[in-house]
C-alpha cells in the first residue's frame, strides 16, 4: 500500500496547483506511456476517485524504481506545501490518522461526517 503522503501528491497532480510539482512528474513519465496516462486520466479529477488512486499506485511504483526520482518528488512536495499562493491555505498532516479531517478554508455552514 503507498504511502498516504503519495495520495496527497496525487490529488496535488490532479488539481495541477502545484506547475512545479506537475513538470517534474510530467517530465519523469515522459517515456512511460502507463505512467503518463494515469497522470492525465487523474487531471481535475476527486483525491479519492479511482483515477487519483491509480496514480498513487504509479508514483509509489516510480519511487520504488528511481530513488532519486522519489528524493526529488518529496523534496517538490515539501516546497509546494510551504509555499500557498495569495490567499491560498497550506494543510499538513503527519502520522496516522484515526479519525475524520477537514483541510478547507472559509467553510459558511457546518460540516458532518456521514457513513
Known sequence: MPEPVL??????????????????????????????KALVAAEGEAADSRQVRKLTAVLASAEAAD?????????????????AETDGVTNHISGTVT?????????????????
Open 99 to 115: 479519525g475524520n479531517v477537514v483541510q478547507a478554508r472559509d467553510i459558511h455552514g457546518g460540516v458532518r461526517f456521514t457513513s
Open 67 to 83: 530513488p532519486e526520482f522519489g528524493e526529488r518528488l518529496r523534496a517538490e512536495w515539501a516546497n509546494a506545501a510551504q509555499h
Open 7 to 36: 495520495a496527497t501528491i496525487a490529488a496535488a497532480l490532479a488539481s495541477r496547483r502545484h506547475t512545479g510539482l506537475y513538470e517534474l512528474v510530467q517530465a519523469r513519465f515522459t517515456e512511460d506511456r502507463t505512467a503518463t
